[in-house]
């Protein structure tokens, strides 16, 4: 959190955002290695203890945009819980109450049901 917030606030000051440069993208490995008991993702409250939607909104009032990475399928590249056919709508509710802006989709772990429909 702490890390992201330091880029934020690096980037809105030193002429990054002016230039057209305002994504900032929270790779892999951010959350806990299970859902919660809704289905939902889970920041990892070590590295995200004020949560996303804070985070969110830190960026944001900066001038700045939020990316945040999933991936289709039961995992994502470094283990965490993937979005799959039976989680997609939950996950992509998820991160609009949280109100990321881009999404970094992977597909490391997506099986051929997902991949035929292009996920």
Known sequence: E????????????SGWRELGYVY???DD???????DSNGQLQP???RF????????DYVHARGLKLGIYADMGNFTCGGYPGTTLDTIQIDADTFASWEVDMLKFDGCYSNSSE???GL
């Open 2 to 13: 702490n890390l992201i917030k330091g880029i934020a606030d690096k980037m809105a000051d």
């Open 24 to 26: 900032i993208s929270i």
């Open 29 to 35: 490995c951010w959350a806990l290695k299970s859902r």
């Open 44 to 46: 990892d409250p070590e």
């Open 49 to 56: 203890p004020s949560g996303m939607k804070a985070l969110a």
């Open 115 to 117: 991949k035929a429909l």
